[in-house]
C-alpha cells in the first residue's frame, strides 16, 4: 500500500513544474492575443465578435435585429422622398409611449398634427411584426442631417423589405390625397418650403372667352388621361403652357384655377434665385409628381431675353446670359433630357411682353399651349358681374358692353370696381362711371395725337 502511495505521489507534477507551466501558457495566450489584434483588421475583429454574440444570444432564444436606414446621403441631386413619406406616415402613429412629441395646428388643418421629436422611437406593429423607429439627426455632412432608423428581428427581414415598406408608402399615399391640401411652394435656400395654397379661381369664375376656357380645360383633360399615350410615342408624360398678355388680365387666377381643376400643387420658381445651372436642375428635380411649376414674369429676367435684340449674341456663349444660368439649361429642363427625369407635371411660363422673349422659348413644340389673356370682354363682364353681384342679367349691361368692347380695361379693374359695393345698382353705376371717365381720357390722347400729327 505504502508503495501504491509512493508511486502516485511521483506522477503528480511538483508546485514549481504547475507553476511553470502556467507562466508558459498565460505567455503563449499574450503572443496568440497580439498576433490577433495586430493581423486581424479591426473590422473584421467586430464582425467575428458581433455573429459569437448573436450565435449566443440565439441560443438563449434572444432575437437578433436588422436595421434599415432612411438618410439623405445618396449621392445624386434629388431628395430622399422616403424621408418625407417616412416623417407623415409616423404622425398617424404616435402614441401614448411617446413620452415627448411636438404637436401643431396649421392652417387648413381641422385638428392638431403630432410630429416625432428627434432622438425618439416609435414603434409599429404590422401583420403582426413589431418595427421600431429611431428619428435623429446627424451633423450636416454629405447632405446628411435628419435619418430614420428602422428595425426588426432578422426573421422579418424579407416581409419589411418587400411588404412593410411598400405599406408605409401606399398609407402616406392614401393618406394625402384623401385629404389633399394643395400646397403652394418656394424656394428658401436651395430647399423648397411649402404654404397651404387656398386660392379660390375656378375655371367657372375666370372671366374669360368661354371657347378658350374649354379649349384649356379640354387640353387638360387630354393631358390627365394621356399617361399610356406619352410612353407610347416616348415623350415625357408634361404639358407646357405660356401664359401672355397686361398685368391685371388674370394670369395668376388662370394657374390657381389650374391647380384646383387638376388637383396639383404649385413650385413657384423665381429665376432671380437660381445661381446655377446645377441649382437650376436640382430645383426642377425635386418636384413631385402632380405639380405645376410656374415661372412668372419671364420678360422681367434678362436671361430670358430676345437673343437677337441682346448685346449677349456676339458673345463666345451665346447660351449664357448671365452668371446664374443659361437659357439652354432652362430649356433643357423645360423640354429637353432633363425634362424626361419627372413626369405628371405641367409648366406655365408667364409674360406681360410675349415680344421680348427669346425665340427659342417661342418656337413651335417648346410649349404646348400660349394662351392669350386679354383685356376684358363683354363675355368676361358678364362673369365678374355673376361672380361679384350674383346677377345675370342687369339694364346697364348694355351701356357697359358698348363701352367695354372698344377699350383696354383689364379683368383686375373691372373687379375693383364691382367690388365697391353689394347693391348691384350702385356697383354697376361705378362699373360705368369708371369706362366713361376711361373713355374720355382715351378720346382725348387720340385727339392729340391727332394733333400732332397735323
Ligand atoms: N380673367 C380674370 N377673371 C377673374 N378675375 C380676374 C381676372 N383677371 C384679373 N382678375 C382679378 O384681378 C386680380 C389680379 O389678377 P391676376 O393677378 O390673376 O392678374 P395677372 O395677369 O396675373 O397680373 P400680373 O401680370 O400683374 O401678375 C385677381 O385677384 C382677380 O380678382
Known amino acids: 500500500m505504502a508503495s501504491f502511495v509512493l508511486e502516485i505521489l511521483r506522477l503528480v507534477p511538483s508546485t514549481s513544474s504547475l507553476l511553470s507551466l502556467y507562466a508558459s501558457l498565460s505567455t503563449s495566450l499574450m503572443l496568440l492575443r497580439n498576433a490577433y489584434h495586430e493581423f486581424i483588421p479591426q473590422k473584421l475583429e467586430s464582425f467575428v465578435s458581433t455573429k459569437i454574440k448573436n450565435y449566443f444570444s440565439r441560443n438563449k432564444n434572444q432575437p437578433s435585429y436588422d436595421t434599415f436606414i432612411i438618410d439623405n446621403s445618396w449621392e445624386g441631386l434629388s431628395r430622399n422622398k422616403l424621408l418625407d413619406i417616412a416623417r407623415f406616415y409616423l404622425s398617424s402613429r404616435i402614441g401614448p409611449k411617446n413620452k415627448i412629441i411636438r404637436i401643431g395646428k396649421f392652417r387648413g388643418e381641422k385638428s392638431f398634427t403630432a410630429g416625432l421629436v428627434k432622438g425618439e422611437r416609435i414603434v409599429d406593429v404590422f401583420e403582426g411584426v413589431e418595427v421600431s423607429w429611431f428619428f435623429g439627426d446627424r451633423e450636416m455632412e454629405n447632405g446628411g442631417g435628419e435619418f430614420f432608423e428602422i428595425s426588426f428581428e432578422d426573421k422579418y427581414r424579407q416581409k419589411v423589405y418587400y411588404e412593410y415598406l411598400n405599406h408605409v408608402i401606399n398609407t402616406h399615399k392614401a393618406m394625402t390625397e384623401e385629404e389633399k391640401i394643395l400646397k403652394l411652394y418656394s424656394r428658401t435656400g436651395r430647399h423648397w418650403e411649402s404654404i397651404d395654397f387656398e386660392h379660390a379661381a375656378t375655371f367657372d369664375s375666370l372671366a374669360m372667352d368661354y371657347e378658350l376656357k374649354k379649349a384649356i380645360m379640354d387640353d387638360l383633360d387630354r393631358f390627365l388621361g394621356r399617361r399610356d399615350y406619352y410612353r407610347r410615342i416616348g415623350k415625357a408624360w408634361k404639358r407646357g403652357y405660356l401664359l401672355y398678355g397686361p398685368p391685371g388680365t388674370g394670369k395668376s387666377s388662370l394657374i390657381a384655377a389650374m391647380a384646383n381643376y387638376l388637383h396639383y400643387d404649385i413650385y413657384d420658381l423665381e429665376l432671380a434665385s437660381i445661381r446655377s445651372d446645377s441649382d437650376l436642375r436640382q ?121 367695354i368692347q372698344n377699350m383696354d380695361v383689364t379683368p383686375a379693374s373691372i373687379a375693383e370696381e364691382l367690388m365697391k359695393s353689394d347693391d348691384a345698382d350702385t356697383a354697376l353705376e361705378g362699373v360705368l362711371n369708371f369706362l366713361k371717365l376711361k373713355k374720355k381720357d382715351k378720346d382725348k390722347i387720340e385727339e392729340e395725337k391727332e394733333a400732332d400729327l397735323c
Not at 358 to 384: E, K, N, V, W
Open 283 to 403: 430645383a426642377m428635380l425635386n418636384v413631385d409628381r402632380k405639380s405645376i411649376i410656374v415661372i412668372e414674369d419671364l420678360d422681367c429676367n434678362s436671361k430670358v431675353h430676345d437673343r437677337s435684340n441682346s448685346d449677349d449674341s456676339n458673345s463666345d456663349d451665346s447660351n449664357a446670359y448671365a452668371s446664374n444660368f443659361t437659357l439652354s439649361s432652362l430649356l433643357n429642363c423645360v423640354d429637353g433630357l432633363w425634362s424626361s427625369c419627372a413626369e405628371e407635371r405641367i409648366v406655365v411660363f408667364t409674360t406681360n411682353h410675349r415680344q421680348v422673349l427669346d425665340p427659342a422659348l417661342l418656337r413651335p413644340g417648346r410649349m404646348d399651349m400660349h394662351i392669350h389673356m386679354s383685356y376684358c370682354t363683354s363675355q368676361g363682364f358678364r362673369i365678374l358681374a355673376s361672380n361679384y353681384l350674383d346677377i345675370k342679367d342687369h339694364h346697364l349691361f348694355e351701356e357697359i358692353d358698348g363701352l
